[in-house]
């Protein structure tokens, strides 16, 4: 029996074999930054006054998805700058050598996962992609702990925290309108899909249970006050996007004082219970015969 913090092939064949049914109209969230991602996957958009910054270009089959979210957000893809990634999974990397090719922006990755695409692109998980086609490319600029990216009047700072895989990376980025200013967060990997038992004993990777714990401890107090989702239930996109919409004058649902926290210490105890899990052997999939 599969471990139940797999993800499921069966769940993802839906999204690769059927992307339209996950498309999402894109929205401003605040300030200069808007969603573009899908009902699944997170993909931010940085309007500068030198260009567009995109955050992580979703699954290789969401090209035509991509390209439609931005036109429809008011921008034109041709006019991205640079192509910044959270970490190297196909489901974040699959679009970016297409819509390179179209815009000629530069692309980021993690120190870690770059090293993972020239040596062990098998972790990119592309097998996961089913019959979809996944492009690696070769970043342009090559991230580290403590960088920054700016382009016009934004920076991106940018906070190593290896343990999903080697490479995540977590953004902060301070945005402000109207003299409101709130700090965004984005962690790059809370998933644990890729330290759990049967992962580890497939592809070997003990280093990624060793950094985990240290890289959320890390910026789990980080003053962030309006939270970004790698995926969209990490922070309930789709639900604070229903709020906004039934009272559009009213609070901003994506601030939210001491979400950060509570999302990083969540992703700390779900660890640790999957390891207590596997002691006891409660970790697998009860099938059905």
Known sequence: ??????????????????????????????????????????????????????????YPTSQAQMIEAIWEAGFSPKNIQ????????????????????????????????????????????AEDAGPAHVEVFSPDVILQDGDEIRLGSTTIRVIATPGH???????????????????????????????????????????????FVSSMQKIKNLPVDLVLGNHTGQNHTMEKRAAMGQNPDGTNPFVVPGEWKQMIEGAIEQYETMLREETDGTDQEQTEL
Do not use: W
Request: charged share 25%; net charge negative; hydrophobic share 35%.
């Open 1 to 58: 029996m599969a471990s139940k913090y797999v993800f499921s092939r069966e769940r993802m064949k839906d999204f690769y074999e059927h992307p339209e049914k996950y498309y999402v109209k894109p929205f401003r969230i605040f300030a200069n930054l808007y969603f573009v991602g899908n009902k699944d996957v997170g993909s931010y958009l940085l309007d500068t006054e030198e260009g567009l910054i995109l955050i992580d270009t979703t």
């Open 82 to 125: 640079y192509i910044v990634h959270t970490h190297g999974h196909f489901d974040h990397i699959g679009t970016t050598a297409f819509l390179k090719s179209l815009s000629g922006a530069k692309t980021f990755l993690g120190e870690g996962d770059a090293k993972m695409f020239a040596e062990r692109p098998e972790l990119m998980l």
């Open 165 to 211: 895989t080697m490479g995540v990376l977590t953004f902060l980025i301070l945005l402000e309108e109207n003299g409101e200013k709130h700090l965004a967060g984005l962690c790059g990997g809370i998933g644990i899909n890729t330290l759990c038992r049967d992962f580890q004993e497939r592809y070997q990777v003990p280093e990624y249970r060793k950094y």
